[in-house]
């Protein structure tokens, strides 16, 4: 089945303590994306990346890295998270410009 | 900065009518404008995609119009189900070299049995 995973589901951390949000397709599409969802704000590009080793800031990359080593793989780090991180997070992808993007099921991210 | 905005007010109809939800952006037309749906906790499901040049995009009970002249796109559900209650996003995406897509805060509709 084609689809966009995301690990964890859930994540309760404390401030300051590195973490990663893992982001893997199977559709070998070129395009990731990351995105946060808060309420009355929509989504938010934080990242994304045209190929491997190509990224590229979005709207509110801040507090955020990304890597993409491999076509596949888009993971996102958080190296000192702050509670204002604490979010929805989706990762997304697209073959070409012109094509839809297929969301994960998302992480929902608590930094207390 | 360029901007799309959807009516934040939920929409309620009853079963069987046509929904329609409009998208509208700002400063130059988008190179194409694209329509998700998400339900609640889940990630946005694509459904149409519409180019600049096309006044009208179909798919089952699903039509998306664009109209550059009003700067804005309407999302039309025809024959209304309740299992079409879900939030409805607009994207925008600028025919650069960026793959940067901006979403609208999205129209929430009910559909009433």
């Known amino acids: 089945e084609a689809q966009v995973t995301q690990n964890p589901r859930y994540l309760i951390t404390v401030t300051g303590k590195k973490l990663t949000v893992t982001c893997s397709q199977n559709?070998?599409?070129?395009?990731m994306s990351w995105y946060r969802q808060d309420p009355g704000l929509g989504l938010r590009q934080i990242y994304y990346?045209?190929?491997?080793?190509?990224?590229d800031k979005g709207d509110v990359p801040e507090g955020y890295k990304v890597s993409r080593k491999e076509k596949r793989n888009f993971p996102l780090i958080l190296e000192s998270p702050s509670p204002n991180q604490t979010s929805l997070y989706f990762c997304?992808?697209?073959?070409?410009?012109?094509?839809?993007?297929?969301f994960g099921s998302g992480t929902r991210l608590t930094v207390v | 900065s360029q901007k799309i905005e959807q009516n934040s007010e939920a929409l309620n109809i009853q079963e069987g009518k046509t929904a329609t939800l409009t998208c509208n952006y700002t400063?130059?037309?988008?190179?194409?404008l694209q329509w998700y749906r998400q339900d609640p906790g889940r990630g946005p499901v694509f459904l149409l995609l519409?180019?600049?040049?096309?006044k009208e995009k179909r798919k089952e009970r699903l039509k998306v119009t664009f109209d550059t002249t009003l700067k804005q796109s309407l999302f039309h559900i025809t024959a209304s189900q309740p299992a079409d209650s879900a939030t409805y996003l607009c994207?925008?995406?600028?025919?650069?070299?960026?793959?940067?897509?901006?979403f609208g805060s999205g129209t929430r509709l009910q559909v009433q049995p």
């Open positions: 997304a992808s697209s073959q070409d410009r012109f094509a839809g993007y297929t």
């Open positions: 559709m070998n599409h070129e395009y």
């Open positions: 990346s045209m190929n491997v080793e190509v990224t």
């Open positions: 400063n130059y037309s988008p190179a194409y």
């Open positions: 519409i180019r600049e040049n096309e």
């Open positions: 994207a925008r995406h600028m025919d650069t070299g960026r793959r940067a897509l901006t």
